[in-house]
């Protein structure tokens, strides 16, 4: 399965992908990339003329690429065995710089177990500076509709 062939596989679409490139990925870690447009449909709202990304869109972005792409990835071939779905089942995330329209995010997230089609993994995001945006724990579930 390649990078881009994990990407197809997620269960999103835009306006809700958070994912543009899978960089690096193996058994005990992942490193994917995604840049927030000028134009994303919830700078609108999220600050009137200071448009800042949502915590909660920074930890979804962490969450697809942490999470969604790495449990398909640990799933092998078992996810093209039936119709699956994923789900966040749990996170705690630490916001530390915003990131602002036009910004490239770096996640990476390290496995921390992976059993029962259940992945909790230590996550990072990174700006184009390499400076630390946030870091937290995300816990998910892949399972059979």
Known sequence: MTKEDIIQKL?????FL?????????????KGAYT???DEYFYEGHFK?????????????????????FGIYLL???????????????NE???YKPVFPGEKVTVIGEKVYFRFNKLKCNVA?????????????????????
Do not use: R
């Open 93 to 95: 995330v630490n916001f």
């Open 18 to 30: 958070f994912v543009d490139e899978i960089m690096e990925i193996d058994d005990d870690h992942i």
């Open 49 to 69: 003329n200071n448009p800042v990304t949502p915590g909660v869109i920074l930890t979804e972005c962490m969450a697809q690429i942490g999470l969604a792409c």
């Open 76 to 90: 092998k071939g078992a996810w093209d065995q039936g119709d699956w779905s994923v789900a966040m089942t749990s």
């Open 36 to 38: 927030f447009l000028q």
């Open 125 to 145: 995001m990174y700006n184009s500076e390499e400076v630390l945006v946030a870091k937290g724990v995300v816990a998910g579930i892949a399972f059979k509709k």
């Open 11 to 15: 269960p999103y679409t835009k306006p």
